[in-house]
């Protein structure tokens, strides 16, 4: 499979790219490609909600670095979804991504696979991101 991880912590080299890393490396051993994209080092504005990509097939309106991972995309069997907590749900650059990801919405989604990978200071915090994650993915 060809794998592709949207990882939204902004810290390079801390504790989400050691999870990262964890499961690329696992995935790799498996035969499976892993391609890391590092969305908070991006420059990825929120969704205008404007439909612009239903009438464009796919194209976003906003012009900046979601392009290029949305190409990525295109090619991906499996989307692994990565991010720290921050207030009890995922980054608000990780969040930016998947909204974006509305784009998807008017040709259809080129993945069927999904997982969600969390790491936060204290236990019991990812309830919100796991509800997000499963309806968004329902
Ligand atoms: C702005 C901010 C908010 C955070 N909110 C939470 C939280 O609500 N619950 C929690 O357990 N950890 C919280 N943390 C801690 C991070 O989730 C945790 O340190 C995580 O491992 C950081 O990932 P990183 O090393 O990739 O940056 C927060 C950290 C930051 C910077």
């Not at 390079?12 to 498996?30: L, Q, S, W």
């Not at 969040?95 to 790491?119: H, V």
């Amino acid at each position: 499979m060809n794998i592709v991880v949207l990882s939204g912590s902004p810290r390079k080299g801390a504790n989400t790219d050691t999870m990262v890393e964890a499961f690329a490396e696992t995935a790799r051993e498996g035969g499976h490609t892993v391609e890391v994209v590092r969305v908070a080092g991006k420059k990825i504005a929120g969704c205008l909600g404007c439909q612009y990509c239903f009438t464009h097939e796919g194209t976003c309106v906003q012009k900046d670095d979601m392009a290029d991972v949305i190409e990525s995309l295109k090619g991906a069997d499996m989307v692994v979804f990565a991010s720290p907590i921050y207030w009890f749900d995922i980054t608000a650059q990780e969040k930016a991504a998947i909204d974006r990801l509305y784009a998807f919405g008017a040709t259809g989604f080129p993945f069927t696979k999904t997982a969600l990978l969390l790491d936060s200071h204290s236990e019991g915090v990812y309830d919100a991101a796991i509800a997000m994650y499963k309806s968004t993915c329902a």
